[in-house]
């Protein structure tokens, strides 16, 4: 079977496919991706085909395949002792076939199908269930195989949005690293898949240094389908700069995330600069820029020291680049929970076992004073011999029709998710520092084409009746003129009302 030809982080469908990556939810914070596949014969030792293990129970791909994204997927029953070793068959084990298929024959017709298709039907276990959801490059950022420090969420959210990347961007990046960031700029910028190679489209032309990474890299965006809209690259920027096969990719936004992004600045200029000019190199040699021409071209720099901060700042002031801005972002998790209060939450985990109200507490410090007084009252020695008089049998009669009509009293049951009032409660610290964002901006070069193009399209000079072309006398008399056209009105106002009184007497 063929891969999806739309990859499951732009367009994932409503239900899961074969051969399509899926992030399995074990528990709120504990992620796992994988690829489902569909169960053509015994594999691993697993009748039922491919099976996740896991501390919730073994789940079969099989029972995770066509279901909606977002489903329960119940553990299944699987036979994990007989993993890599097979049984050989004996006398004993024919003659308890032959007995199924006469005494059971549905069950030996399933059997047969079994071994006919060399698949066994999984059957819903009780022990845990977990939820299967559809890939996000928020899912991948917190399941993904770390193979460098990851861009997360609340830094590639902010950073996306400061460098104008909208459908039919084009993106630079330079230091692929694990892909986190990679997978969240494809789907800001993906307005469809190129038909042809002159078909401009959303675009990540990424560049990668590490040889083992860029591979890993590689595979990974051709399994996710993603290597139409990502043009990975093995080569060090700081040297080999930033075209593709000498040509410009005319990139729109920039990210580095590179230990020096101070010395790949220079390939991120519309002119050659002057420090990459080189000894018996010909100074007229045309030299093509890897930005976008007719726009400009938003950049953002992450690093985790100050000191690479301040190296990168200064180089950007020497390239011309403007607006440039450093900032730092600080991630806390807000939580929403049910805050149930009461007394009457007695068994309930994860509860305030405490009164709700006043008129609770006081209901309860009156029977914590009733149970004082009747201890007191009672004579010393009471009871002592095993045996209960009648006052104790209709004290404790009385008790008991007490406790009764005090629980038919409490409000009625509530499922948890309703019951209690709803609050947020954030994190009690902020997570560590991450790294330094700098943003920086180079406008587009002004040309005389440009001016004359504009000048032609909004001509100059020309103006008729704008303020601060015409002198103040010239206002004056159109004023009185306005003045003169309002009066007007009002007289022929006042003419048509007096010949329809006129009329009607």
Same mark, same amino acid.
């Given at each position: 079977?063929?891969?999806p030809?739309?990859s499951p982080?732009?367009?994932?469908g409503l239900?899961t496919?074969?051969r399509?990556?899926?992030?399995?939810?074990?528990?709120?914070d504990?992620?796992l991706?994988?690829?489902l596949q569909?169960?053509?014969g015994?594999h691993?030792?697993y009748a039922?085909?491919?099976?996740?293990n896991?501390r919730? +129970? $073994?789940f079969? *791909?099989?029972?995770?395949?066509? !279901?909606?994204? =977002?489903?329960q997927?119940r #553990?299944?029953?699987v036979?994990?002792?007989?993993?890599?070793?097979?049984r050989k068959?004996?006398?004993?084990?024919?003659a308890?076939?032959?007995?199924?298929?006469?005494?059971?024959?549905?069950t030996?017709?399933?059997?047969n199908e079994?071994?006919a298709?060399?698949v066994?039907?999984?059957?819903?276990d009780?022990s845990g269930f977990?939820h299967?959801l559809?890939?996000t490059?928020?899912?991948?950022?917190?399941?993904?195989?770390h193979?460098?420090?990851?861009?997360?969420?609340?830094?590639y959210?902010y950073i996306?949005h400061?460098?104008?990347?909208?459908?039919?961007?084009?993106?630079?990046?330079?230091?692929?690293?694990? +892909? $986190?960031?990679? *997978?969240?700029?494809?789907?800001? !910028?993906?307005? =469809?898949?190129?038909?042809? #190679?002159?078909d401009?489209?959303g675009?990540?032309?990424?560049?990668?240094?590490h040889?083992?990474?860029?591979?890993?890299?590689k595979?990974?965006?051709?399994?996710?389908?993603?290597?139409?809209?990502?043009h990975?690259?093995h080569r060090?920027?700081?040297n080999?700069?930033?075209?593709?096969?000498?040509?410009?990719?005319?990139?729109d936004?920039i990210?580095l995330?590179?230990p020096?992004?101070?010395e790949?600045?220079?390939?991120?200029?519309?002119?050659?600069?002057q420090?990459?000019?080189?000894?018996?190199e010909?100074s007229?040699a045309?030299?093509v820029?890897?930005?976008?021409?007719?726009?400009?071209v938003?950049?953002?720099?992450?690093s985790?020291?100050?000191?690479?901060?301040?190296?990168?700042v200064?180089a950007m002031?020497r390239?011309?680049w403007?607006?440039?801005?450093?900032?730092e972002?600080?991630?806390r998790?807000?939580h929403?929970?049910?805050?149930?209060?009461?007394?009457?939450?007695?068994?309930d985990?994860g509860?305030?076992?405490?009164?709700?109200?006043v008129?609770e507490a006081?209901?309860r410090l009156?029977?914590?004073e009733?149970r004082?007084?009747?201890?007191?009252?009672r004579?010393?020695g009471?009871g002592?011999?095993?045996?209960?008089?009648?006052?104790?049998v209709?004290?404790?009669?009385?008790e008991?029709?007490?406790?009764d009509?005090t629980?038919?009293?409490?409000?009625?049951?509530?499922?948890?998710?309703v019951?209690?009032?709803l609050?947020t409660?954030?994190?009690?610290?902020?997570?560590?520092h991450?790294?330094y964002l700098?943003?920086?901006?180079l406008?587009?070069?002004?040309?005389e084409?440009?001016?004359?193009?504009?000048?032609?399209?909004?001509?100059?000079?020309?103006?008729?009746?704008v303020?601060?072309?015409?002198?103040?006398q010239?206002?004056k008399k159109?004023?009185?003129e306005?003045?003169?056209?309002?009066g007007?009105?009002?007289?022929?106002?006042?003419e048509?009302?007096?010949?329809i009184a006129?009329?009607?007497?």
């Open positions: 079977m063929q891969r030809t739309v982080f732009l367009e994932p239900h496919k074969p399509s990556l899926a992030i399995l939810q074990l528990s709120r504990n992620l991706p994988i690829y569909e169960a053509s015994e691993d030792g039922e085909g491919a099976v996740v896991t919730y +129970g $073994s079969p *791909h099989s029972t995770m395949l066509n !279901v909606p994204w =977002g489903s997927i #553990a299944s029953k036979d994990t002792g007989s993993r890599g070793r097979k068959r004996g006398p004993k084990d024919d308890i076939r032959d007995d199924a298929e006469e005494n059971h024959p549905e030996a017709a399933d059997n079994t071994e298709t060399g066994k039907q999984a059957v819903a009780d977990i299967v559809p890939p490059p928020e899912l991948w950022t917190q399941s993904l195989p193979r460098t420090q990851v861009v997360y969420t609340p830094d959210s996306l400061r460098i104008r990347a909208r459908p039919g961007s084009t993106i630079i990046e330079a230091g692929a690293g694990s +892909g $986190s960031f990679t *997978h969240a700029s494809v789907r800001a !910028v993906y307005n =469809g898949y190129p038909s042809g #190679a002159e401009r489209t675009k990540v032309f990424s560049f990668e240094y040889e083992e990474r860029y591979h890993k890299m595979k990974e965006l051709t399994d996710h389908n993603l290597d139409g809209l990502v990975l690259t060090d920027v700081y080999g700069g930033f075209l593709i096969d000498g040509k410009s990719p005319e990139a936004a990210f995330d590179l020096k992004p101070w790949a600045l220079p390939h991120l200029s519309r002119r050659k600069p420090t990459q000019a080189k000894e018996g010909d007229a045309e030299w820029s890897p930005l976008n021409p007719k726009r400009a938003h950049i953002c720099t992450f985790p020291c100050i000191e690479q901060v301040t190296r990168t200064s002031r390239l011309g403007v607006d440039i801005d450093m900032v972002i600080a991630n998790k807000l929403t929970i049910r805050d149930r209060v009461g007394l009457h939450y007695q068994t985990r509860v305030n076992v405490s009164p709700h109200d008129e006081l209901e009156a029977e914590i009733e004082v007084r009747e201890q007191a009252a004579p010393r009471a002592e011999d095993g045996a209960e008089d009648a006052d104790t209709m004290k404790n009669g009385e008991a029709a007490k406790k009509k629980l038919a009293e409490q409000p009625p049951f509530q499922t948890p998710w019951d209690g009032r609050i409660k954030g994190e009690p610290e902020i997570k560590t991450t790294s700098v943003f920086a901006v406008p587009r070069e002004w040309t084409e440009d001016e004359a193009a504009a000048f032609a399209k909004y001509p100059c000079g020309k103006e008729k009746a303020v601060g072309s015409i002198d103040k010239t206002r159109e004023r009185r306005q003045l003169q056209k309002i007007d009105r009002k007289a022929r106002r006042k048509r009302a007096e010949r006129e009329a009607v007497e």
